[in-house]
């Protein structure tokens, strides 16, 4: 288990309309998952969906993202999902749009 948080900051006069663009770089293991407020996504286009919003002028929001892992409940898959685990990795960039 683990986290990452991502830190956006609205340093101008205008209010703006943000989205998150993901890209995976590799086959997500299937034990592993994401929460947000207390929520589980096995998916990360869900949560990315749930990040969305709209940042005031001026403000800063920070989004606390935890990985975790689940043990799947056979040793020898789990271990192998754990290994594919070291290499999964995905980018996310940031679009936004003046209200």
């Known amino acids: ?58 403000k800063t929001i920070t989004v606390d993202i935890e990985w975790c892992w689940d043990y799947q409940g056979d040793d020898i898959n789990d271990t192998l999902e754990g290994i594919l685990a070291l290499n999964y990795s995905f980018e996310i960039s940031l679009s936004s749009a003046k209200l």
């Open 1 to 58: 288990m683990g986290s990452f948080s991502i830190i956006i900051d609205n340093n101008t006069y205008n209010d703006y309309q943000y989205s998150f663009i993901f890209k995976e770089n590799n086959l997500k293991p299937k034990g592993l998952y994401f929460k947000l407020k207390g929520e589980k996504y096995y998916e990360l286009k869900d949560l990315i969906s749930q990040i969305n919003g709209t940042l005031q002028a001026k």
